[in-house]
């Protein structure tokens, strides 16, 4: 039974941060993905190197905060304030051709090289709100992942044929944005415990190892504080998920071999 757990959104506020690198101590996780677009992720970074056994990954933003690169050299992913488009959006204006891939590799290039540059390697991407599962994105994304040396990459396909409809988007998104990911290493299934309805308890999560293959297992731990709940409409799950990964039933079930790193 091996699988990957996985806190996502580090930097994206203190709070969140804090709660990350507690379910990291406490808990089951083992792997994180950073957020470079907002303003405590260097120090988020820096908390984060002091881990010796937490692998840190680029969590890719196209859709939350500001560009790392000038808005004026990326301009068809902004809007007229120099902000990130919502998902919503973007989406739009995907499917309408408006948005330049120099743009989406220059930004994500960008991002790669402001977390590596703050020293952390980021071998393992994935992305908020899934945007690199976009097939406009992913092909963009699935380049840049090759010349930058990216060994994993996130697919989001859930281990049940049906569990609801934004799980069975995501099924699609990934099969669509397969070919952009051909020979990158990454999950088999997926699954975020945030989302998923009813929600799970922590005898549930650790039966979710038993699935077959190697999957991931994603949450969203943190405390809230002011920066968050200016940043993002996700905020009241982020402590329920901190509290079932640091549930002790959880850490016995796994044990100390099941979780592994993205990136070995």
């Given at each position: 039974?091996?699988?990957?757990?996985?806190?996502?959104?580090?930097?994206?506020?203190?709070?969140?941060?804090?709660?990350?690198?507690?379910?990291h101590r406490r808990g089951?996780?083992?792997?994180?993905?950073?957020?470079?677009?907002?303003?405590?992720?260097?120090?988020a970074a820096a908390l984060a190197r002091a881990q010796p056994d937490l692998e840190v990954g680029l969590h890719i933003d196209l859709v939350g905060g500001s560009p790392v690169s000038d808005p004026a050299a990326v301009p068809s992913l902004c809007d007229s304030e120099g902000r990130f488009l919502g998902?919503?959006?973007?989406?739009?204006?995907?499917?309408?051709?408006?948005?330049?891939?120099?743009?989406?590799?220059?930004?994500?290039?960008?991002?790669?090289?402001l977390a590596r540059s703050w020293g952390l390697a980021v071998l393992a991407w994935d992305s908020h709100r899934h945007v690199h599962l976009l097939p406009p994105v992913a092909l963009v994304v699935g380049r840049v992942a090759r010349d930058e040396g990216v060994r994993w990459i996130r697919r989001a396909r859930p281990p049940r044929l049906w569990s609801g409809p934004k799980q069975a988007a995501l099924r699609v998104a990934t099969f669509a944005s397969a070919p952009a990911y051909r020979g990158i290493a990454g999950n088999r299934w997926y699954v975020d415990i945030t989302s998923e309805r009813p929600r799970h308890d922590a005898a549930g999560i650790a039966l979710l190892a038993a699935y077959g293959g190697l999957g991931e297992i994603a949450g969203h731990p943190g405390y809230v504080d002011e920066a968050l709940k200016a940043a993002d409409t996700l905020v009241a799950e982020r402590h329920h998920d901190l509290r079932l990964l640091t549930d002790p039933l959880l850490r016995r079930a796994l044990g100390s071999e099941a979780v592994r790193w993205r990136v070995l």
């Open positions: 039974m091996r699988v990957v757990v996985t806190a996502d959104d580090l930097g994206l506020s203190p709070g969140v941060t804090r709660g990350i690198l507690e379910a089951v996780v083992r792997s994180a993905s950073l957020m470079v677009t907002f303003a405590s992720a260097a120090e998902l919503a959006e973007l989406t739009r204006r995907l499917v309408t051709g408006r948005v330049r891939p120099a743009d989406l590799a220059a930004e994500v290039r960008a991002q790669a090289a």
